[in-house]
């Protein structure tokens, strides 16, 4: 269990992040990609706390601020899907085409 | 003890505790009177006899993976809530840096596992209680984690051992009023018992339960007085001051205050009326959450003198 | 390879492969449990190093978000049961490219960065040190994050309120009354 190690796997779940939310059409299929993003830098931050930083605290806190953007994330993320489909009727992003030129 | 030890330990405590649950609920039954509409083969004999001989019957289109999954999850989950009771002052099975919050993840998994049984089962009255228990679950969780964290405020820390250790003066039920009964709601809700049982209540005709046959419905039940087990020993635990106490040994000590809570948990269970969710819901969020910030206001400052 | 490293391997393989499953699932309330199995791997992973309160804090947080998550995807996908084979993707090429490039120059990072070896001490506490952490030098960082979370609470509530920028949108209306014969008052 290096710190290569957990890195790949964590990039590995970063990749597969970005695919889910350049992929997904479902804007909350598009968070679930978000989440795995967050999720695989809340790995890398654990990694390198433990194994490279001999547990500064600093380093868990890192970690805690990643999951008060993964909080923060989602439940702006569900209230913006509400009030867009409660205005419009879509909850797909391809539909909402007025922020593009 | 060895890990396999232990875990063997955790399993047979957790067996004889379903049978007493048993024992206490056919004792409800008998002073309170039968049940209204409540559906048979609950954890009786009887039932037993009937899971062993009736089929499991399926609906169409379930997501048998989940549905099957369900009552095992939540056995698990039981049993982890039990590994993490210290039985002697310093020991417990699983005696992590962090109990209470382990405690709170087996809380909200429970929550995940009486959805997932509601919801695999592609029918209407499941699902229904599957999303009451939901909003109703998730609300009264919030309230138990911030009691809890009043609870290990003395302590200084969120090792259960510890928390047990600082009851050694005055137990948390005492100095801390409000923790133990805000603690005995949410033990009705993850146990879905009385005015918490919005999941497998009778109005919804057995909820989550409705299309549960045979084996799975015997071992959803087991796992409902197992959960009950895990949750009176971990509030013996935390507000009763677990194996603490003079003359007998530890572990005798928690066995009676956790048969304690048990009792009284089925006999609430029995007593009180179950309101509207969404007049429970409004009630949790504008009652119940205040009161909490209000015991743990009162464990900070009894801490800071 | 020791058990300790099969283990993480298992837990890694774990991790991907739900989250792989993710987005190849037919029933939403799977993809969030699936989402939900990747996350309590990764939880396991931290616990493995040592993080014990925050692998646990993880599962728990995760487990929570991860039941909202299935809620909303009932409502607002067409096919949440998965009753029907669905596939809702667009620039599916592009995705795949950027998810293999992400991960190619994040491994390269990895891989070839020369990053120092201080392991965690063996048996030291890490949940006294980050309360006091949290408390004492970063109280400011803690601090704007709780006020983050209230002002997200705040945000999201106005955002999913029925109540547009005109006030409620159906103020003025009565409901009918109980008898049916009862005159209209204008």
Request: aromatic residues 2%; hydrophobic residues 40%.
């Given at each position: 269990m290096t710190v290569q190690a957990i890195l790949i796997v964590a990039a590995a779940l970063i990749g597969l992040g970005v695919y889910g939310t350049l992929s997904q059409q479902s804007i909350v299929m598009l968070m679930m990609g978000l989440e795995l993003i967050i999720n695989g830098v809340l790995l890398a931050t654990v990694g390198f706390w433990s194994?490279?930083?001999?547990?500064?605290?600093e380093g868990q806190l890192l970690a805690i601020v990643a999951m008060a953007v993964m909080a923060v994330e989602m439940a702006i993320g569900f209230a913006l899907v509400v009030a867009v489909f409660r205005r419009r009727e879509v909850d797909m992003t391809d539909r909402l085409g007025t922020m593009s030129h | 003890m060895s890990p396999l030890g232990a875990l063997g330990v955790t399993l047979g405590v957790l067996v004889a505790g379903v049978v007493l649950v048993g024992l206490l609920d056919a004792l409800a039954r008998l002073v309170l009177g039968p049940v209204p509409l409540e559906t048979p083969d609950r954890l009786t004999l009887e039932g037993l006899r009937g899971a062993v001989r009736r089929q499991s019957l399926t609906t169409e289109h379930p997501d048998l993976a989940a549905w099957r999954l369900a009552p095992a999850a939540y056995l698990g989950l039981a049993a982890a809530g039990l590994a993490l009771?210290?039985?002697?002052?310093?020991?417990?099975?699983v005696d992590v840096e962090a109990g209470i919050v382990v405690w709170g993840a087996v809380e909200s998994l429970t929550v995940i596992a009486v959805f997932l049984h509601g919801w695999?089962?592609?029918?209407?009255l499941p699902l229904l209680g599957a999303y009451r228990f939901v909003a109703i679950g998730l609300s009264v969780m919030l309230v138990s984690m911030f009691v809890l964290i009043g609870a290990a405020l003395p302590a200084e820390s969120l090792r259960l051992t510890a928390i047990v250790e600082s009851q050694?003066?005055?137990w948390n039920a005492v100095r801390q009023p409000l923790g133990l009964p805000l603690f005995l709601l949410l033990g009705l809700a993850i146990t879905l018992r009385?005015?918490?049982?919005?999941?497998?209540?009778a109005d919804l005709?057995?909820?989550?339960?409705?299309?549960d046959s045979g084996a799975p419905r015997l071992a959803w039940q087991f796992a409902r007085a197992a959960m009950l087990v895990a949750f009176a020993t971990m509030a013996a635990t935390v507000f009763?001051?677990?194996?603490?106490?003079?003359?007998?040994p530890g572990p005798v000590w928690l066995l009676l205050k956790a048969g304690f809570v048990a009792a009284l948990l089925v006999a609430l269970g029995r007593l009180l009326a179950r309101p509207d969710a969404s007049r429970m819901l409004t009630f949790i969020w504008v009652v119940l959450l205040p009161l909490s910030f209000l015991d743990l206001a009162i464990a900070g400052l009894e801490t800071l003198r | 390879m020791s058990w300790a490293d099969a283990i993480f391997w298992l837990l890694a393989a774990t991790a991907l492969l739900a989250g792989w499953r993710v987005f190849r699932t037919d029933s939403m309330v799977r993809a969030s449990f699936f989402l939900l199995a990747s996350f309590i791997a990764v939880g396991a992973i931290m616990l493995m190093l040592g993080a014990a309160y925050l692998g646990f804090a993880t599962i728990f947080m995760m487990a929570v978000e991860m039941m909202v998550m299935a809620l909303f995807m009932v409502m607002f996908m067409?096919?949440?049961?998965?009753l029907n084979p669905m596939s809702m993707v667009h620039q599916h090429g592009l995705a795949i490219v950027a998810g293999l490039v992400t991960f190619a120059g994040l491994g390269a990072f990895a891989l070839s960065v020369d990053l120092p070896s201080r392991p965690l001490?063996?048996?030291?506490?890490?949940t006294a040190p980050l309360g006091r952490e949290l408390l004492g030098p970063s109280m400011l960082v803690f601090e704007s994050a709780g006020v983050t979370l209230l002002a997200t609470m705040i945000c999201a509530v106005v955002l999913s309120s029925r109540s547009g920028r005109f006030g409620?949108?159906?103020?003025?209306s009565v409901p009918p009354?109980?008898?049916?014969t009862a005159q209209e008052k204008s």
């Open positions: 194994l490279t930083a001999a547990g500064l605290p | 009771v210290p039985v002697a002052a310093d020991r417990a099975a695999s089962s592609n029918s209407l050694r003066g005055l009385g005015p918490m049982d919005y999941a497998d209540s005709a057995g909820g989550t339960s409705a299309e009763l001051g677990g194996p603490l106490g003079p003359l007998l | 067409m096919n949440p049961a998965g001490p063996a048996g030291a506490e890490v409620p949108s159906d103020a003025g009354s109980i008898d049916p």
